[in-house]
T-cell receptor
Framework: GNSVTQMEGPVTLSEEAFLTINCTYT??????LFWYVQYPGEGLQLLLKATKADDKGSNKGFEATYRKETTSFHLEKGSVQVSDSAVYFC??????????FGKGTRLSVIA | DTAVSQTPKYLVTQMGNDKSIKCEQN?????MYWYKQDSKKFLKIMFS???????INETVPNRFSPKSPDKAHLNLHINSLELGDSAVYFCASSQGLAGGKETQYFGPGTRLLVL
């Protein structure tokens, strides 16, 4: 079945540091890949997505590239801010199957 | 203008009680979902409705019963609440299933605590 594995947190970074959160997946067919973000006390919101191999999703300075050869969709940001502190979820969907989420990675950015 | 809204935001209740959580979306979407997020932030799909019809029913106790009176609403009724039901419940919607490419829009969550 479909599954997503993302790096365990928490991740603590200083402001302006480089961020990578690893995500790998197992799926049948050709999945779409997503990163969702959950700010404290809120619901999830889409951060970025990619629907086919080699696509790059980007938003708010975050990027992730759909790598079929390594079945990965790592999230990166060049310079994090305190306001980026949140829980980040990698997810995939394939065909008409529901979204499958990773376990989430908590990011704390300190000034 | 809240796209996906849930009520109540917080729910504290005793074991054995029956409770309902309501969800409404004003995005004109065809598909709605319920997710459960446990204390470790793990998210799992519970149900999905498309055009008021149940299309996904994961392994959820039958104490949980979703009801979709129309495309814009998907309510969740829980009978005989148990301690293990304590979690945050999220409603979400999407335009359709469209091979999994659709973005899902989430509500703010309902924090349920069973004592």
């Amino acid at each position: 079945g479909n599954s997503v594995t993302q790096m365990e947190g928490p991740v603590t970074l200083s402001e302006e540091a480089f961020l990578t959160i690893n995500c790998t997946y197992t799926a049948t067919g050709y999945p779409s890949l997503f990163w969702y973000v959950q700010y404290p006390g809120e619901g999830l919101q889409l951060l970025l997505k990619a629907t086919k191999a080699d696509d790059k999703g980007s938003n708010k300075g975050f990027e992730a590239t759909y790598r079929k050869e390594t079945t990965s969709f790592h999230l990166e940001k060049g310079s994090v801010q305190v306001s980026d502190s949140a829980v980040y979820f990698c997810a995939l969907s394939s065909g008409n199957t529901p979204l499958v989420f990773g376990k989430g990675t908590r990011l704390s950015v300190i000034a | 203008d809240t796209a996906v809204s849930q009520t109540p935001k917080y729910l504290v209740t005793q074991m054995g009680n029956d409770k309902s959580i309501k969800c409404e979306q004003n995005l004109g979407h065809d598909t709605m979902y319920w997710y459960k997020q446990d204390s470790k932030k793990f998210l799992k799909i519970m149900f999905s409705y498309n055009n008021k019809e149940l299309i996904i029913n994961e392994t959820v106790p039958n104490r949980f019963s979703p009801k979709s009176p129309d495309k814009a609403h998907l309510n969740l009724h829980i009978n005989s609440l148990e301690l293990g039901d304590s979690a945050v419940y999220f409603c979400a919607s999407s335009q359709g299933l469209a091979g999994g490419k659709e973005t899902q829009y989430f509500g703010p969550g309902t924090r349920l605590l069973v004592l």
